[in-house]
């Protein structure tokens, strides 16, 4: 089956993606030391407040001026954020493990050395996503209890009030991305596109397949988006309150979209070919700024919609 639509050829026009929260590259901006050390600041820290509050390591209670489950969530918050680090430290090390074996396997591929592909094609992993939004979730939760506590005390602050019960909205919208997920997962499963090619070059058009998954049927709204887009992190605020941040920048995109009824079926392949601007830039997911190239595909279903990212090889020619 191929898709026919009406959509405009790709061009060169940057704009920022909101609501991306999970990296596509290995790099976290520190070297792999440097992140465990980092990191161990946070859990060591962590911990001996955990201990405090679980009065395992006995203080004077006079200067303790709030409950001892505060400083156990506290404890809990420090060491979780150092742990999230120590995470994407291994995972940093496993890139450049596999990128050291792969440059000795597949001399003169730098397709392949760059990122673990299969050469057949790329699978969705909708249950470790699912679990990431219900841990964050759960996490922001521990988070924010202490401040509850402090905002709806018997002296807690007005303005503190105000802006604890914005963050609390904002909890209720995480909480509901994570069920969201979690229904996606339940309702679709796993799905993923073959590749015509391996890897795609960048002066030649991108043709893919998508294999619907289990749970997609009759649409009457959708777009498929081929993109290019670069990762970096930004660093925000001054001094203490400095901070990093992860961004997506789109380079350019190219959307196929449909708003009346196309019919899908479980596994069976629907086609969409793709022409590339000229300048686009290749692949490089093992870069300190990455760069990678994303095919989204996002139907409206009863129920949950679908919506599921694949990453897409487009390299430059001989790579």
Request: glycine residues 10%.
């Amino acid at each position: 089956m191929t898709l026919v639509t009406d959509s405009p050829p790709a061009v060169l026009k940057r704009r920022r993606l909101s609501g991306r929260t999970e990296p596509r590259g290995s790099q976290t901006g520190f070297s792999v030391w440097g992140a465990v050390l980092f990191g161990f600041v946070f859990v060591a820290v962590g911990s001996l407040i955990v201990l405090v509050g679980r009065r395992i390591i006995p203080v004077d209670p006079s200067g303790v001026h709030a409950p001892w489950w505060v400083l156990t969530v506290a404890g809990i918050s420090f060491a979780g954020g150092g742990l999230a680090v120590w995470g994407m430290a291994a995972r940093q090390q496993r890139a450049e493990h596999y990128r050291r074996g792969a440059l000795r396997r597949y001399a003169g591929s730098s397709a392949h050395a760059d990122h673990p592909w299969n050469p057949a094609g790329e699978r969705s992993r909708p249950w470790p996503r699912a679990g990431k939004a219900i841990l964050g979730a759960a996490f922001l939760t521990v988070f924010l209890s202490m401040f509850n506590w402090w905002a709806w005390g018997p002296e807690g602050p007005g303005m503190v009030k105000v802006v604890v019960t914005i963050f609390d909205l904002i909890l209720v919208l995480v909480w509901w991305q994570a069920v969201v997920r979690v229904g996606q997962a339940l309702k679709f499963a796993s799905s993923r596109v073959v590749f015509d090619r391996f890897p795609y070059s960048l002066d030649k058009p991108v043709a893919i397949r998508w294999i619907p998954p289990r749970g997609v049927g009759p649409s009457t709204k959708g777009e498929f988006t081929l993109r290019c887009v670069e990762e970096f992190y930004e660093e925000r605020g001054s001094g203490k309150d400095r901070s990093k941040h992860l961004v997506h920048e789109e380079i350019c995109a190219e959307t196929q979209a449909f708003d009346h009824t196309q019919s899908f079926a479980p596994g069976r392949p629907v086609e969409f070919r793709f022409t590339l601007p000229e300048g686009a830039p290749s692949t490089a997911l093992s870069a300190l700024k990455p760069v990678f190239w994303e095919f989204e595909v996002k139907l409206g279903m009863p129920g949950f919609d679908f919506e599921e990212q694949y990453l897409i090889p487009i390299y430059s020619s001989g790579a």
